[in-house]
Structure formats: structure tokens, C-alpha cells
């Protein structure tokens, strides 16, 4: 294993350092609970949105904390959920008094411990909670971590369009309620061409021969719809568009696309793989209104990209477009 | 090779329609020359800021192409400089008869080629052209590709700061003289866990044993300083800031940091760098004012990661602050 650690029992530790430490005046870390949170919290009167879950995908969460999208959020082990405790950390440490959002990525141990911090908050006349679970990906129904599907890419244009929506002062009800809208008109579906290895244990999570890929892998390295000889750019487009736009109809609404990198495959080719789903799209006559291309939701050094495609509607949109100030998406008016 | 291709010989001509595809209304591209270039362009009476290289280094050069920084990049084949008729191209494209400043990295292809576009430019009475030339890495002074040092970070810092200079209307030497001086005060290092592959090649471009390290390497997998076995992230952290910080005196003034990642290196050992690198830095008395953590200049799917800082002034601060709307870079007043 070659990689930039310490001790690889301290990654996600070490990582928070420096995530302080790049980001001073803008963000703030409780290294005891590990939530990454504003600077400028509690903003009082807005809902705040809070999210999280293992590490290793990152900018997601904590690079999504900012004005314009998540208020806080709370970093597990690589590849495990944070527990209860972060999250109520969290919850206190951000509620503005409109209550909380939770943000939760559909993996079992995550909708647990979620669920059980709003539990606690419930018990303790902490923050009135409500919870959004995204399981966008269409690859597999069950899986190793999940019941149901999993939450994948949506979850990142999930966090930016309610973040908007708190922003502009929507109470927790409407903006769980759009939430909810966003992840039901989302889906995903990845493909891996490699592993990736997490640092505290030191070898590929799974093994993929160097003449085959992964259709439909989850961002943990969870098995996907079945294994293939190692496609073009082209082929593999078309096993990713097909999915998705079969389990949903995307005509006739802006969608908004999401063309992400696992972590290990370089720029040059996500976009050359967006070269290649934009005309697939194009032929099912899909209206692409958005476009995102790069490292937004990964799995370490996995080579590797996913489609996540959102059948918007204006007011989504709108909300994209608002101003959104955080370490991994950050753009002005 | 594991890549998303179709022809590995067509991988920058297939890249640039997905960057054309991803950015409507926003970039546009010359297919023919293989160049980059602002929606909105020419802006008329502003100096235009052209640079480009070898492919591989995503989101650099095309991914700052935008309001901000980059009129236009041209794109070379991966690690292959492009020709005097792509830059002459680019030249024409974005002039709005303030002149254009050609911004080269110090590779000998493309410092030739790039001078030799700007004497067609003479000789055929097109657009008045300037050029600044960076050369920030301290790691070796001549190499397979250089007379002198390599070109690497430095480059995005200034055509950030550059690009806000001319957008506030300065001169073709005004604007050429603040790039040179941001290209003086700027130093770099990095250090290689893996090699890269170059898709046309099909394998690495340099063998590196599992256990040791390439300190110094460049930006297409040149030769650094030494290799030494890995080290632990802290150690390594050492061996990017000595060698920086021993090159020029970054005390008493503002210094932009950007700790960059090769291309396979994931976000969360970038972070953990930084936190290696920041008390390094306030050890020496080096007071940081803006900080870049992420994939901003690359080599392909190389593990590895850069430093780069830039003793800056108050007049660059504000320049890094001013807004930018580019794909690799953006953000809002």
C-alpha cells in the first residue's frame, strides 16, 4: 500500500487536521465528535442541514459544509457509519432553532445511527429532527450494507438544492418535503475498473483481473450487477445511461447530470466519458439543463465513474444555480 | 491499462468534446486546433491570457478557461506540447486588441513553440503577444525536458492572479509584469508514489519498486532529486517544505499554499498532507493566508501530491480573491 498516512489506524483523524487547517475562518472541527461544521453556526432561524457517514468519499461530506449547502457533518472510519454520538454532536452544535435536516445515505449502519441521535435529541428536548435517506443507485436492490438501494451520487445534488432551500428560510418541513422530491427523481449507477484500498487494512478491498470492470459497484467496493471484459468509453456509457434512464423517464424535465470520478481516474477521462454519454442522452431525449463533471462523491483510489442523473423542475434548478460557498462545490450569484 | 478510452490515440480529441459538452455557454472549442476558449470571446479591450500544454494535467490548462483567468488553452497531445499553429489559433481567437500574454510552462517544446507562434503572430501583423514563462520547481535544474527548472504549480496561482489583472483592465505590461513577478516568488516540490500511464502507451512511464518513493518528479514522470523508501506522511511532509522553504524566504508576507494532488491521490491523503505541512510552515514563521488543497495540476493517474507556495502581496491577495468562473476554479465576490 502506498499511500500519504501515519498510522493507518488515524487517517480520518489526520485528514480532519488538515481540513481545519486548509480552511480556517470557514470551517471548524470538533475532533472529539469528528464533525466538520460552519464557522459561522449556529445560524439562528434557518434549518440546518446536517450529514455524514464513512469516510472515504470525500469532498463528501465535509467538503459540502458551507453556506448554500450542509451546516455540519460528521466523519466515520473509512467506510464506517459515525456513530449516534457524532451525530447529536452535530445536531447541537449547528441547530439554529428551526430544527435539523439529516441527510442520510442509505447503508444500514448510517440509517441506524442517524435514526438513533434523532432518537436521542427526541428524548433529550434536543433539536426537533427530520430525516432525508437517498438510495438513488439503481445497480443492485439489496446489497452487502444496504436494504433497499443505495444512496449514492443524488446525495450531493441532494445537499445543494435543500441547502439552497434552507437558505432561503423554508422551514423544516418544506425542506425535507423537496428533499425527499430530489431523491426520488434521482438515479445513479457506477462502474469500477479497479479496487481501492483502505489504509487501515492494506490490501484491495476486491479483486478485479486487469482484463475485467465492475458493472453497478457500489463506493464501498460492494459487488455490482455482474462482471464484464473491460469495454470503450463507449460501451461502458451505454451499460451506464441504459439503467438509469430505464428506471426512470427522464423527458420532458431539466435534468440535471452528475459525471463522477470514483477517485483514481483522472479528469481527462471523465470528460471524455461524459463526451460519450452526452449523445446517448441526447438520442432518448433527455434535456440536459446542468452539467457536473468530477470527484464528488468517490471511493479512495478506486479507478472508476458513476451517472447520476436528476429530473428536475425550475425551482430545482433555481436552487442549484444559488450561491454555494464550500470547500467542493463553491461558486457566487 | 485500465482507462475509459476508445482509440488511445484519439483519448485529448475525445476529452475535448466532453469539455465542450459539459460547458455550454460557457466554453467553446476549436476542434480543428484543439483549443479551449471563452463563450464570450474576444473581450474587446482586454488583454486575453493564452496558455496550454501537454494533455494530463487536468483541470490545467482548460479547465481555467473562463471569466477570471484562461481566454483560451490549447491543448497539446498527453504530455506533448502543442504546435505553433494551435497557439497562433488561440491567439486569434480571443484578442480583443489589448494583446494576449502567453502564459508557458518551461518545457522546450513549449517554450519554442509558443515563440514561435508569437513571431507568425508578428509577421503576419496579428495580435500583440507577450509572454511569461514559469519555472517553480526547485527540485532539479535541468531535465529530459528543460533547460533550466520545470514549470509546475506556480502556473495555476498565476493565471488566477494574472487573469483578475487583466479582467480590471491593466495593460499588456501590467499584466505581464505581475505575472513574472508571481512566476519570481513562487517555489514548488513533489513527490511520486506511483508512475502515470500514458493512455497511447499503454504502460507506466517509469517503474517505481512498491517500496520506495520519487521525490522531486515531475509533472510527466521525470526524474526527481532520489528515490528513498516510502516514508510516513509527516516525513514526507518534510522533504516538500525544506527543500521549498530553503529556496526562498517566504517570512513577512502573505503566502498562498496550494498542496496538490497528482491525479490518483485521494482527497482525504491530500487533507492529511496539509495537516503535515501546516505546522511545518508555522514553524518556520510562514504565515499562510489562502489555502488550495485538491487536484489542480496533474499527471494523469499518478499517486503523489505537490507543494507549491507563493510569496504574495496585498495587491495578490486581492487578485486570488477576486471572483472566477471557470470550471477548475470558482467562486463568487
Redesign the interface.
Known sequence: M?????DPQH??A???????????GRLRVDHRHRVVYRADAPVRGKVALVSGGG??H??LHG?YVGPGMLDAACAGE?FTSPTPDQVLAADRLVDGGAGVLHVVKNYTGDVMNFEMAAELAAAEDGPEVATVVTDDDVAVEDSLYTAGRRGVGVTVLLEKIAGAAADEGRDLVAVTDLARRVNDQGRSMGVA??SCTVPAVGTPTFDLP?DQ?EVGVGIHGEPGRYRRP?G???E?AEQLVAPVTEDLDFTGAPVIVM?GGM??????????????V?PLLAARGIAVAR?L???HI?S??M?G?SLTLLRADDEMLRLWDA?V?T?GL????
Open positions: 502506498k499511500k500519504f498516512v501515519n487517517v480520518v489526520d485528514a480532519l487536521v488538515g481540513v481545519e487547517a486548509a480552511h480556517q469516510s472515504g470525500e469532498p467538503g473509512v475498473l479497479t486487469e470492470m473491460m470503450t468509453a463507449a461502458i459525471l477517485g483514481g481516474t483522472p479528469l481527462l477521462e471523465l470528460y471524455l466519458m461524459y463526451g460519450q452526452a452539467t463533471v468530477g470527484n468517490t479512495l483510489d479507478a465513474c450561491p460557498d470547500p463553491r461558486w457566487g450569484a
